[in-house]
DNA sequence: GTCTATAACTAGATAGAC
DNA sequence: GTCTATCTAGTTATAGAC
């Protein structure tokens, strides 16, 4: 079973991780606002108080995993671009990156949209900034690729947003027991995106 | 205000119909299980008790929302392939009403993806259902674009729900405040998917 | 068709023992 | 670090008056 090994996996986890791991299941299954303190202290076989010796509370909890989610999206976005020589290898390289981001971390992938608008106000903006700063960077390898003469886009902006959401949607329908591998996959989006852009 | 705007068109409707308008509203806003009966009473101006004469439960409100939108979708997805000559054309028409509904049923549209998971069983499969139908037209018209030598599609079932995701999209991100009127978008989308498929 | 009043239950969070 | 016990408030939904 999935359920034992998961299990297996998070008994050698500490408290706090165990604690995110159980919250991202739930989160995605049954939403933040659908998910009770209860619940989340069932699925983890403890008592709801003990909960709070770990986080302020359950909004402290979405809050570590947005952030979490957020910060290694942002580390790895850079890293992925920075192995390629020209806009068409960038490109490749980050619709690679993000694809295969949203299929090992789809739950993050998945929560990190899905419950923005359960975020109070204040972190709600702090998120926002955050994901405008990856979209930002995308559209501006989407810019170079047009300067360099590499890609033909009439609106970087729009097809910027549509090849993110294209992208992001993995998380959506990706399943472990489906016919593609995660490899396949992202090469696949990467073909399609190359030709959407007309890259040379 | 676009909210006394709102308040003025929505006197003139049915009390169902206000009262299914004030729940898409906040149904996208805070999600469902973000939204107690109570606010949707006081976003109307009556009491929670009088929403039961209308509906017998929150659940079926929701309901109520998915199966009408759904249905329009399916229709007006007929009647929009059916006016393509060539797959091309097909193609192209689809985009256009797919993003054309996600823009004009915006709410709608944002609701019966986002709340999904918040339907009880056998209304969740129910609409599942639904949405297979829908993505099976889809799956069919490219590989009629196939078999015509019309597009150039490694993976079909891939290539389905990655132009799915994209176009849908942007019922996530638009605004009519926005740069973009909807048939610029509508256009450019489909110009963007033309490519995707390589389309003669 | 909307109201008041309320039932029956669940929510997030805390106090303090162990 | 987890527990029992509990607080306060909010949840969906119903009964029955007007």
Redesign the pocket.
């Known amino acids: 079973m999935a359920k034992a090994k998961a299990k297996a996996a998070s008994d050698r986890l500490?408290?706090s991780e165990r604690i995110r791991l159980a919250a991202l299941g739930l989160f995605k299954a049954r939403g933040y606002?659908g998910?009770?303190?209860?619940?989340l202290?069932e699925a983890l076989?403890?008592?709801?108080?003990?909960?709070?010796?770990?986080f302020?509370?359950?909004?402290a909890i979405l809050v570590d995993l947005f952030d979490r989610t957020m910060d290694i999206m942002q580390d790895r976005l850079h890293q992925a671009i920075a192995g390629g020589a020209t806009p068409a290898a960038q490109l490749r390289n980050f619709v690679r990156f993000h694809v295969l981001f949203h299929i090992e971390c789809q739950d993050e992938a998945f929560v990190s949209h899905s419950e923005l608008r359960s975020l109070t106000a204040p972190n709600h903006r702090r998120m926002i900034g955050k994901r405008d700063r990856y979209e930002k960077a995308i559209r501006e390898l989407l810019a170079a690729g047009v300067r360099a003469g590499e890609f033909e886009i009439a609106d970087v902006r729009l097809t910027s947003i549509a090849i993110l959401m294209m992208c992001s949607g993995v998380s959506d329908w990706f399943t472990r027991r489906g016919r593609l591998k995660p490899e396949k996959v992202a090469d696949s989006y990467a073909d399609m995106v190359l030709r959407l852009v007309r890259a040379r």
Do not use: C, M
């Open positions: 500490g408290s606002h998910t009770s303190v209860r619940d202290a076989g403890i008592e709801p108080a003990s909960l709070y010796h770990h302020p509370s359950k909004q």
